[in-house]
T-cell receptor, first 114, second 114 residues
Framework: AQSVSQHNHHVILSEAASLELGCNYS??????LFWYVQYPGQHLQLLLK??????LVKGIKGFEAEFIKSKFSFNLRKPSVQWSDTAEYFC????????????FGAGTRLFVKA | EAGVTQFPSHSVIEKGQTVTLRCDPI?????LYWYRRVMGKEIKFLLH????????ESGMPNNRFLAERTGGTYSTLKVQPAELEDSGVYFC????????????FGAGTRLSVL
């Protein structure tokens, strides 16, 4: 069965620390990969996406993610977090073989201390 | 451009009652998805409409849930009768194209069944 695994459920960092959130997926076909973010009291928003091409993708607010096909991974990174990055982050996958229904990871709650 | 809107934002009902959730997708988006997040768990797919047709309803938990999308515009998700385990946040998303499928999410409806 298709699944997405996020390595950390809760992460606490101080401002200016570097961030890496792990994501692995289980899917045999060609996939589209996403990171979504939900800030407190707000909608789920698309942070970045990978469809094809350069495996290092850049998103909004200084985030980037690297697709490593051999490891079935799509880790999210940011060199220096800010207090405003406090949010819940979701890794997600969809594919045409699944009718493009999106499979989400359990989410990682990030708290950045000012 | 208006985003995906959901109504109500919060609903509190008693076990056995009926609740109807509404989703208005982004204008022109043929694809409409419903997802649910039970507290502490991952966001799970419920079903997918293409225009007014149900493309995939494999995630619907049971026959107490009925989704409709008459005319291919807005969609409703009715729960009848509601049970305690139906509590959670119900998200709607819409997308324009199936390939390179970027789904835009609504703010969600928080359903509390008491």
């Amino acid at each position: 069965a298709q699944s997405v695994s996020q390595h950390n459920h809760h992460v606490i960092l101080s401002e200016a620390a570097s961030l890496e959130l792990g994501c692995n997926y289980s899917y045999g076909g060609t996939v589209n990969l996403f990171w979504y973010v939900q800030y407190p009291g707000q909608h789920l928003q698309l942070l970045l996406k990978y469809f094809s091409g350069d495996p290092l993708v850049k998103g909004i607010k200084g985030f980037e993610a690297e697709f490593i096909k051999s490891k079935f991974s799509f880790n999210l990174r940011k060199p220096s977090v800010q207090w405003s990055d406090t949010a819940e982050y979701f890794c997600a996958v969809n594919a045409n073989t699944g009718g493009f229904k999106t499979i989400f990871g359990a989410g990682t709650r990030l708290f950045v201390k000012a | 451009e208006a985003g995906v809107t959901q109504f109500p934002s919060h609903s509190v009902i008693e076990k056995g009652q009926t609740v109807t959730l509404r989703c208005d997708p982004i204008s022109g988006h043929d694809n409409l998805y419903w997802y649910r997040r039970v507290m502490g768990k991952e966001i799970k797919f419920l079903l997918h409409f293409v225009k007014e047709s149900k493309q995939d309803e494999s995630g619907m938990p049971n026959n107490r849930f009925l989704a409709e999308r008459t005319g291919g515009t807005y969609s409703t998700l009715k729960v009848q009768p509601a049970e305690l385990e139906d509590s959670g946040v119900y998200f709607c998303a819409s997308s324009q194209a199936l390939s390179k499928n970027i789904q835009y999410f609504g703010a969600g409806t928080r359903l509390s069944v008491l």
